[in-house]
């Protein structure tokens, strides 16, 4: 019998935060102290990924252990989109014959905390259903619907007094739990809504900020760039509006105030005497809104965000926490991705792997030990659908350092070397024909093994 203490889990998943919205990531305007000092007592991940370019399909995937399109939730639910092509079915909740990551642990001696969005099925699938002991303010919600303070009208969170912020009120409600005198270990999934649109934040935060971009001439500086028109049949009157810098004070203060809230949950953590032996995990669902809906944030060097297919739409910030097992200040470039996490965490949970269930996840526990011997093999994408944003539906897979992308509506083919071409400027497809040749057969092989849904041509469209 393994009589190894059990690690608490706190996993942490920000919603729709870019891979540059973090100063320890790269961004000048936006300030992120707490977060930044999370990394350098963890380890830091360059190339970690999302499963999918939008919300819940990648939420599904760690809960599940399975790309989106294996466990059937390609796109965020109540989604209906369609313009050259008809929208590819997908299934609409997280199905409760999925053995979730939360009923894993649940049944290896943990305590199961859910805090926060969802977004994975309404009431017969919420997260009491797949494993959670105590779910707070978790709903079929995509985004806090009635705004960020209270009241929230959130059925499963009851209001605060009016004016209360709900990154607050979350994180002290995580606390709260952390707090709690319980001799079993726990898994929480604190999943914020924060920084999901509609944008808003303390006005003493923003105005912090418009100081900011005042003092750095960037209130000077038109931020936007005008693009095509959306591919989508229901903004196809509209052009796309990417953002060139990050310039907007009230996300800026959003993440500010995360950010403060993550410094909050850490010292508490502390306090508790629980820290050292805690993993903690932060990362985000998706990449930075950067096209559309107020173009928010900006994820350059990366291209384009939220809904696209390009590396600002999957590529995340990932930083992890373990003391005792994790390097402090220690980097990452191997590439992981969201169904990974479940058997990693069953691995330092010391839990039997069930590989029947987390059949597309690799555990990267080596890489926490400082170990060589991790070989992840190639990650694949499929997105079906056409974002809110601008995206266009496709399939991707990453092979070492090289990403192919290939676009349902006209069958377009780009091939990029990410190690020399982050940004995705230079297609090596008529460079390298015999590579591209072999990365499509196997993104084809995939989608087939998988049973991967494809967009159908539609006719009615002008």
Known sequence: MNTKKKPNI???LIDDMGYKDLSCYGSTFYETPNIDKLAKEGMSFTDAYAACPVCSPT???IMSGKYPATVGVTDWIGAHTKGKLIDAPYIHQLPLEEKSLAKALKEGGYNTYHIGKWHMGDKPYYPKNHGFDINIAGCEWGRPLFGYFSPYHIETLEDGPDGEFLT?????????????????PFFMNLCYYAVHGDIQAKDCDIKRF???AKDLGLDKIDPFVTGDYFPCEHKKDERIKRRIIQSDPVYAALIYCLDYNIGKLMDSLKESGKD??????????????????????????????KGWMYEGGVREPLIIKWENVITP???????????????????????????EQHTDGVSFMPLLQGKNDFERGPIYWHYPHYGNQGGTPGSSIRMGDYKLIEFFEDKKIELYNLRLDIEENI??????????EHMQI???NWRNSVNAKIPKVNFDYK
């Open 442 to 444: 196997k993104l084809s």
């Open 59 to 61: 939420r599904a995937s």
């Open 427 to 436: 297609n090596l497809v008529d460079d390298m024909p015999d590579l591209a």
């Open 168 to 184: 607050d009120r979350l994180t002290d409600e995580a606390i709260n739990l952390i707090k709690s005198d319980n001799e079993k």
């Open 210 to 212: 418009e100081k900011k």
């Open 10 to 12: 706190i996993f942490i």
């Open 329 to 355: 200040g220690s980097k990452c470039t191997e590439t992981v991705t969201s169904p990974d996490f479940y058997p990693t965490l069953l691995e330092a949970a010391n839990l039997p792997l069930i590989p």
């Open 276 to 305: 050292k032996n805690t993993i903690i995990i932060f990362t985000s669902d998706n990449g930075g809104l950067a096209t559309a809906e107020g173009s928010p944030t900006c994820n350059a060097p990366l291209s384009d965000g």
